[in-house]
């Protein structure tokens, strides 16, 4: 079955540091991985995608991932973190073409 | 760029009561799909539709039906609530089950928050 780990519940970063947010997946087939963001009290935002084009995919507000198939890794990162980018991240597989499994989520705050 | 549309935002009802959500999807999507986030939880997803065809189903009560219209647009029910059942639901749509990648593509309503008494 296809699933996905988020590792680490709440990541802080000092403004301006790299952000780096983990996600394992598990999966027999290609997934399709995607990395969602929800602000306080909004729906979730697309961030990126990979749907097996290109390993490193770039996403909106700065953020990319890179898809490690050696690894069965799509960690998300941001160069530079901005107290903008303070929200709960969720990485995501598609388990069928119209079913999306969610990690548990990673809040991520930024210290000034 | 029009975005799916939940209604409504927030929404009280008591034990036992009965609730209904709306989700009008993007413009030429023709598929939607229901997730329940409780507090603290990731989505979890509930059922989808393809074409006014239910396509999928998760975790989705008994006490709960849903269903798309001709228009395109999705009503969740929920009967018999119970506090439990408390928690934000998101309607998402996408383009289609289809094989391309922009099918599994789904983008997200600012969702229902549901809170039983």
């Known amino acids: 079955a296809q699933s996905v780990t988020q590792l680490g519940s709440h990541v802080s970063v000092s403004e301006g540091a790299l952000v780096l947010l983990r996600c394992n997946y598990s999966s027999s087939v290609p997934p399709y991985l995607f990395w969602y963001v929800q602000y306080p009290n909004q729906g979730l935002q697309l961030l990126l995608k990979y749907t097996s084009a290109a390993t490193l995919v770039k996403g909106i507000n700065g953020f990319e991932a890179e898809f490690k198939k050696s690894e069965t890794s799509f960690h998300l990162t941001k160069p530079s973190a901005h107290m903008s980018d303070a929200a709960e991240y969720f990485c995501?597989?598609?388990?069928?073409?119209?079913?999306?499994?969610f990690g548990s989520g990673t809040r991520l705050s930024i210290r000034p | 760029a029009a975005g799916v549309i939940q209604s409504p935002r927030h929404l009280i009802k008591e034990k036992r009561e009965t609730a209904t959500l709306k989700c009008y999807p993007i413009?030429?999507?023709?598929?939607v799909y229901w997730y329940q986030q409780g507090p603290g939880q990731d989505p979890q997803f509930l059922i989808s539709?393809?074409?006014?065809?239910?396509?999928d189903k998760g975790s989705i009560p008994d006490r709960f039906s849903a269903q798309q219209f001709s228009d395109y647009h999705s009503e969740l029910n929920m009967s018999s609530l119970e506090l439990g059942d408390s928690a934000l639901y998101f309607c998402?749509?996408?383009?289609?089950?289809?094989?391309?990648?922009?099918?599994?593509?789904?983008?997200f309503g600012p969702g229902t928050r549901l809170t039983v008494t």
């Open positions: 413009p030429r999507h023709d598929t």
């Open positions: 995501a597989v598609a388990i069928s073409a119209s079913k999306i499994i």
């Open positions: 998402a749509s996408s383009s289609g089950p289809g094989t391309s990648g922009s099918a599994y593509e789904q983008y």
């Open positions: 539709f393809y074409e006014k065809m239910q396509s």
